[in-house]
């Protein structure tokens, strides 16, 4: 059995496509601000990709069949315009040889389609809560650098201090959205977006991505609340705690 | 060495087999009533399969002599019906590269033997203790689904949630008895065997497996008036623990 | 780089051999016994076996010069007698698949080399303290079993109960000293010997292995005074904890 | 994809050029010597040593730019004398295998530079704060011991007691700083330079080390001082502790 099999449903012919790429991870950032970005501009999956480095799992959907775990290719045809290759899935690569070989493959994938420029999406995780999160910028050349500053995107010196792990930092272009790292986070994934579609010169819709976010405000303030009116444990319970 | 070894005692010709998988797992419910259906039809063994996948480690049997780990391919001739080819196991592949090439190379040696029609057999955890286990199923096919629906199969959108974990997942429809996961559940057996003896319209005695529900039912009825009748430690002992 | 390398410094000729291999594990009582068995018969060392398997370490000679870890092939001649080679080392293999691996490269060496008969020594966690450790037993062969009870070992149906892992299991008979499994136990190393000397009609001086025993003896019943009267932590104390 | 890709910037001609190698490990000692090194005496980059062993990772740099994490092989010519070749690194390989692998192919490609004569720095963690480190060294030729003794490398038997770990071990003469383990030290690393300078007969500044020291020398008295000054949790606490 090969370590990754590539199932192309279709050989789409596509225009200097830019390949847009966001995996599952901290704040599952990238993860969501891909396939909103798929949603929104009605993306078509093109090929799947299966690996023995993603875990070895079914997924069941709605009508009680089950997929396999994978990662998907989707195009997005623009008339006269540069298209897009976006990637999404249900996973990253397990191990370290995993996420090399992956990345080498879907690199090898997209270069035999034509792209010249990548975006990696993610989450850049903070350790607190964030309310207005940046994005962060890193890249692979200087005049993207540029490019995306322009955007709005920081380069600072230092973050991510620790250096970017996973697929994310083995493609070209980087923006990672800050994010506390505690939850599934849409607002950072509009962040992301909002300095993506600058980048491209599209227009979005957020509404699917706000009302996300609202879902999870209610429950991070919940939290909150709970979490400032602790239930001191009596000196009676302690008697059964053991 | 070869990653798996598949050693034929025999090459059994079979009448249009249907294949059952039940590998250890979550309350060993697959295993349980893959064994147990094994047992009662009679099942003859025909292969058995090494891995460097499965532990190092060999079992030391009533006998004194020892076994290498395996898992066994059993054939069941069944005059003028389809006959049945079910695979049982000491252990599943431990890591996630195993148990996609074990699942693969049990593919291909059950499509060599004619195998169109698979159901893997499992448990699903609740995390709660389960009097009256539901069977829950998840198929590559709709017309199955409608099929084991009717065998009072549930299909339950988002159940399981987290999708399957390991070689069940890989072949054709499943089938998974709800189970408390806290302890080897023949009851849950016997659950997935009832609604698998109607799809396969087969009859089959569950005395053994009734026997074995009894015994479990003492232990953990036992546990639970243990536990209803804590030993509350007294305020002198809480000063000695730190 | 190849998974293994072996490494002969010799290639020995010798007469019908028996295989004995004692390799580092639960109580050390394998390696302790081998290695004592090699010292006492004046074993020539004539291979060694590398592997990426084991860990990436060198030991430190007393002269200052660095090793690489490694196990290691000794023979012992018997004039007009079956030979001997026997097996001992710093490491098992790390991971399953070098356990695996180590096992299968090993018995083609020695069979390379006309062995037939393999005896694998080891020892058997008990979980609590063992004065008088029996042996316990396991072969790939009923006539072996038979032999072995007549030297006194154990056939114990259900012990080991949860099967043998490593290396150990993987060759062909299986001998196994009783252990607590807290310290490194040349008693049961002595045990397993006593048996394997029986076995092999040879007679064997235990003056090192017993002054070993005597030396963890010494640690152990000081262990067990400091457990008899443990300081109880006071009130005061507890305030410090935190 | 392969295991390892080593992208040669540079194919230098060297005159019988002795190896050093400093790679991240305990206290750092290993990275902050050769990188100290190779800083002073200007080591020109001509190779970078990609793998998937290391962990799949970008780091960010200051301008922006993202750098694969490598390993990388830096020359210092030296008129009528012997050359250097530096080995630094941002990982070590991360698993056993990869180790294996890593130090097997570095020391094929410094065979083919016509490396004879190879030192790896590094580390030796002692538990405990060290004042005044020692350098412990260890070799794979007698001579070679002699000659460090010369330089006041102690050969200890017994230590390091438990052989070293890693790719230090692997290639040929080793200095080991002994270091706390506790932090990046700085001073132990001075300690193994001041051997390895006597032993190349090269001179060194110190300045950039000395200051690195001084940074963490405040640091851990901070530490220390906090620790002498614990705040004694009061009784009321302990009541909400649970």
Do not use: C
């Amino acid at each position: 059995m090969e370590n990754i099999v590539v199932r192309y449903l279709e050989r789409p012919t596509l225009n200097d496509p830019i390949f847009i790429e966001g995996l599952p991870g901290i704040g599952n950032v990238g993860k969501l601000a891909a396939e909103h970005l798929r949603d929104e501009l009605k993306g078509v999956k093109f090929a799947e990709i299966f690996s023995k480095f993603f875990p070895p799992q079914v997924l069941v959907q709605e009508d009680g069949l089950v997929k396999l775990v994978d990662n998907e290719l989707y195009y997005v045809r623009r008339e006269g315009k540069r298209d897009f290759v976006i990637l999404v899935g249900d996973y990253q690569g397990l191990t370290p040889e995993g996420q090399y070989e992956l990345s080498d493959r879907v690199l090898k994938e997209i270069s035999a389609l034509g792209v010249k420029l990548a975006y990696t999406l993610g989450g850049y995780g903070m350790g607190r809560m964030v309310t207005k999160p940046r994005v962060l910028g890193a890249a692979t050349d200087l005049d993207l650098v540029k490019e995306m500053e322009q955007h709005g995107v920081v380069f600072s010196r230092g973050e991510p201090g620790a250096g970017i792990v996973g697929a994310s930092g083995l493609v070209l272009g980087l923006l990672m959205g800050e994010t506390s790292g505690y939850f599934v986070d849409p607002k950072s994934a509009q962040a992301v977006l909002t300095v993506l579609t600058k980048a491209l010169g599209i227009e979005l819709s957020f509404t699917e991505l706000e009302s996300k976010a609202k879902q999870i405000d209610q429950i991070t303030s919940k939290l909150r609340e709970a979490e400032a009116q602790p239930e001191a444990p009596s000196k009676e319970d302690l008697g059964y705690i053991g």
